[in-house]
């Protein structure tokens, strides 16, 4: 795991290789660290290949407790497209997601926006109605207008959520 970060990039090719091939929890965040820290290039276009297919439950866990965190402030689009990409619905943290993706750019905001359209229901009326609060605020801020027409559809989507919990 240690090579993930390692100057030589047949030593990281190797490491994800055995990360690929073990697919287990240990992997998750030495990666996404090793992902965050690497300038664009192949080697880390592997490395967001294989963030986007774990489909493992810890993934999502790990995934979302990373959005909250400074060191991955730069990269928390790409971790929403993760958590998207592997299918996970963050049950419970639907307010995280939209924050998230209310204090971001354009592709943090589509990411987020993705993402909380594909839950189809939710027994988290709280999260939801958090989820709900934010989005608002951010449609009412005008800095924020560049993201609208993406938070409008999440709104949308949240709203029906929380209508179909009643």
Do not use: Y
Not at 94 to 99: H, I, Y
């Amino acid at each position: 795991m240690n090579t993930l970060t390692h100057p030589d990039d047949n030593k990281v090719k190797d490491a994800l290789n055995r990360a690929r091939e073990s697919g287990d929890a240990q992997w998750i965040r030495p990666l996404a660290s090793a992902f965050a820290q690497r300038q664009e290039d192949a080697i880390r276009e592997e490395m967001a290949d294989l963030l986007g297919t774990l489909k493992i439950s810890a993934a999502e866990v790990e995934m979302l407790a990373m959005l909250e965190e400074p060191e991955f402030e730069h990269v928390k689009a790409d971790l929403l497209g993760f958590l998207w990409s592997c299918g996970f619905t963050c049950p419970g943290k639907l307010a995280l997601v939209t924050r998230v993706a209310c204090e971001g750019d354009f592709r943090q905001a589509m990411e987020g926006c993705t993402l909380v359209e594909q839950v189809e229901k939710t027994d988290h009326e709280q999260d939801i109605l958090e989820a709900l609060v934010v989005v608002r605020a951010a449609l009412a801020d005008s800095s924020k207008a560049v993201i609208h027409p993406l938070l409008r559809p999440m709104h949308d989507h949240l709203a029906m959520l929380n209508n179909t919990m009643m």
